[in-house]
């Protein structure tokens, strides 16, 4: 159960998919809606589902689920529904991710993907009071080309969209093989992350900052384990984007109770916590912050810094400037 204090903390996230937030009643609305087949009778079979041996076998599930996803108005609900449950957890700032290949697969257009997100982001600003913004992420394991004409595809809608980053299989898809995305993204004027250290090395955490030169770095666990790369993301101030119930259900640590996040503040880092895709891994950024302070022992000390990173690490914070670039 979640504390007061811990629910009363405003906070920023910055590290949630989209169309990782879809809660299996949802999914099977939609697929009702659109007469899409699940692999699953009903709800409680869809939820039973979510458990993972790590991100490649989660990865063909998100992306089967996010199938039911076809018109304008579905990425419309998806969103308000998302932003909604978030405000109910304190979070004032929400940074989201979509991965918009995936819908492009499908053939559904960008501009029904992104004006229908927009909306439900402008809408909840007046209706919730949460300010939302659109970081559109492109899959590694597709080529760079493929990212790089999502660039060109987003063009007309540049002003809206916050930023961009890149996520999905991370092993075998090292950050240098988007040095020029990121290079392009930068000179369009985008804020710029990158999922790194998930299930990755921590050589690739390194890679990503000398080759991409992102903004921030999107988990970036793997970072933890090496003391050098500690005291460089320390020192050029770069926020990491921690997901503790997605690298407990990813296996990408084995244990909440082991997870380096406890090491990585009293490294000085600049860290935070989010929830990723929430339904899949158990919780939204309020749960998350619980299972840090029951299983890591923090203190209200330690979770007002983490909430205070968040706004910190926001794209929005005026004094986030990353000293590396
Ligand atoms: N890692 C990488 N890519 C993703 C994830 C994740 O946890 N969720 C959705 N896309
Ligand atoms: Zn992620």
């Known amino acids: 159960m979640t504390d007061a204090f811990i629910a009363t903390l405003p ?5 949630v998919h989209l169309e990782g937030t879809l809660e299996p009643e949802l999914l099977f609305a939609l697929a009702a809606r659109n007469r899409v087949e699940l692999p699953w009778p009903d709800v409680d079979q869809a939820r039973a589902a979510y458990t993972f041996t790590g991100l490649e076998h989660f990865l063909p599930l998100l992306f089967r689920s996010a199938a039911v996803l076809r018109g304008g108005r579905d990425f419309y609900d998806l969103t308000h529904a998302y932003l909604t449950r978030a405000a109910l957890d304190g979070v004032r700032r929400a940074e989201m991710f979509l991965g918009v290949q995936t819908f492009l697969d499908a053939g559904v257009p960008i501009a029904d993907q992104l004006d229908s997100v927009l ?8 209706d919730l ?3 939302g913004a659109l970081i559109i992420t492109c899959q590694r394991h597709r080529s760079q080309a493929d990212a790089r004409e999502v660039l060109d595809l987003i063009e007309p809608w540049r002003e809206r969209i916050l930023g961009i980053g890149l996520g999905a299989a991370e ?22 992350t990158i999922h790194a250290g998930e299930d990755g090395p921590a050589e690739y955490v390194r890679e990503a900052l000398d080759v991409c030169r992102p903004d921030r770095i999107d988990h970036g666990v793997a970072a933890a384990a090496d003391p050098a790369l500690l005291a460089r993301l320390r020192d050029e101030a770069v926020p990491l984007t921690v997901c503790p119930l997605s690298n407990v259900a990813l296996r990408v640590v084995p244990s909440m109770a082991e997870h380096p996040l406890r090491t990585m ?7 935070t916590v989010n929830s990723d895709d929430p339904p899949y891994f158990g919780g939204y950024v309020n749960d998350n912050y619980a299972a840090v302070r029951h299983h890591l022992g923090l203190d209200r000390t330690a979770l007002a810094d983490l909430a205070r990173n968040s706004f910190h690490a926001s794209f929005d914070d005026p004094r986030h400037i990353a000293t590396h670039l």
Not at 11 to 15: D, G, I
Not at 119 to 126: G, V
Not at 265 to 271: C, D, P, S, T, W
């Open 171 to 192: 092993r075998g898809n090292p950050p240098a093989k988007f040095a020029g995305y990121y290079e392009d993204a930068r000179a369009r004027g985008y804020r710029t």
């Open 129 to 131: 009071g949460v300010d």
């Open 11 to 15: 906070k920023a996230e910055l590290h």
């Open 119 to 126: 909306s439900a982001i402008s809408d909840a600003r007046a």
């Open 265 to 271: 503040l009293e490294a000085g880092l600049l860290v």
